[in-house]
């Protein structure tokens, strides 16, 4: 465990829909779930996070889905926020954040993030709000069981993708701490770091800015493996395009840190 501190359309059958207590009740941690055509596998994903410790709302933010994703969601228990044009993952998290801040209203809760296409596997999630819950830690980083960031492959495995690799340097830069996993979709904040977020420089979605922000207020960051059922990763042209706007994209937000700092 790696951990830093700084000072300071197919369908299976659909579960019966969760109470709105169930999904929306007094829990401390909300979750902010982005999805773009994940009807398969939501609902699972989805029922997982709400059986998480102390788990209240669970959002899911459709980025304009061209299947039942929207529906399902809702189905299973979640509280779900239609993108009517596709904007991405990021912009999808930064649309569930602000519904949580919204919802927490002067009250505090933890934000954790999940990927949609995790199924059952999401419940593993718990290892990541066990320390922020705990106050050992204000930034839970999920990393693959064997070690590597999730999706960018084990020691083994493929070489980590130019974005990783990109982030990583960015960050230990910036503030010193050698993140496996900066673009990893599983994260847990404080609710003391989700407020901090909110009052940022920039809008609240995963990656290195978001990373650097919190470390250079002084709070303290962790790694947690997680045995993760990711879907396998698409090939091909459209997967080459969206790497190569990720990889611009981590420039953007490193870039800002540097003129900010």
């Known amino acids: 465990m790696n951990t830093h501190r700084e000072p300071g359309d197919s369908e299976d059958s659909v579960p019966s829909k969760l109470s709105d207590a169930a999904s929306d009740g007094g829990g401390t941690v909300a979750v902010v779930i982005p999805a773009r055509n994940e009807a398969s596998r939501i609902a699972l994903t989805v029922l997982a996070a709400l059986r998480l410790p102390r788990v209240g709302p669970v959002i899911v933010v459709d980025d304009a889905s061209t299947d039942s994703t929207a529906r399902v969601a809702e189905e299973s228990g979640a509280r779900v926020v239609?993108?009517?044009?596709?904007?991405?993952?990021?912009?999808?998290?930064?649309r569930g954040t602000a519904t949580a801040g919204e919802l927490a209203g002067t009250g505090r809760l933890c934000l954790l993030f999940l990927d949609a296409d995790l199924g059952a596997s999401a419940a593993a999630a718990a290892l990541l709000i066990e320390p922020v819950?705990?106050?050992?830690?204000?930034?839970?980083?999920?990393?693959?069981?064997?070690?590597?960031?999730?999706?960018?492959?084990?020691?083994?495995?493929?070489?980590?993708?130019?974005?990783?690799?990109?982030?990583?340097?960015?960050?230990?830069?910036?503030?010193?701490?050698?993140?496996?996993?900066?673009?990893?979709?599983?994260?847990?904040?404080?609710?003391?770091?989700?407020?901090a977020a909110l009052t940022g420089p920039g809008p609240v979605a995963t990656g290195p800015g978001l990373i650097i922000d919190l470390l250079r207020q002084g709070f303290r960051a962790v790694e947690v493996p997680l045995d993760l059922d990711h879907r396998r990763s698409r090939q091909g042209l459209r997967a080459a395009l969206r790497e190569l706007g990720r990889y611009r994209e981590v420039g953007r937000e490193l870039s800002a840190r540097r003129k900010a700092h």
Do not use: H, K, M, N
């Open 133 to 195: 819950l705990a106050g050992t830690a204000d930034l839970a980083l999920g990393v693959a069981a064997a070690g590597e960031a999730i999706g960018t492959g084990t020691a083994a495995g493929p070489r980590p993708r130019a974005a990783t690799r990109r982030a990583r340097s960015g960050v230990q830069q910036a503030t010193g701490f050698a993140a496996a996993a900066p673009l990893g979709g599983e994260l847990c904040l404080s609710a003391a770091a989700f407020a």
């Open 82 to 94: 239609r993108q009517p044009v596709r904007l991405g993952r990021a912009a999808a998290q930064q």
